[in-house]
């Protein structure tokens, strides 16, 4: 299986969502955004959504719904090239939607 990167520069990006237009929204659980990479691979970051957005799903509304679960401290790897999650952050109350 050959592997293509589509995207870089994204910081710990999960809860892919295929758009129509081969576009793809992911959520930025170290930054807190929700960010639309395009086919080109150029990434617009559409909102700041803060706290942890760790999975985003798209609605019979169209909409798109976030999980979040507030945040977490990350920390770099030895190397310097990886994110690690940490504990929670001081500020923590809980998750949502």
Known sequence: MKIREVASGL?????????????????????????RITQSGRLQRL????GGPNGAALGPNGAIYVCNNDGMEFSLSPDGHTLRPGP????????RL
């Open 11 to 35: 910081h710990f990006p999960e809860g892919p969502v295929a758009l129509g237009d081969g576009s793809i929204l992911v959520v930025e659980i170290a930054t807190g955004f929700l960010t």
């Open 88 to 95: 929670q952050p001081k500020d923590y109350s809980g998750g």
């Open 47 to 50: 909102v700041h959504l803060g």
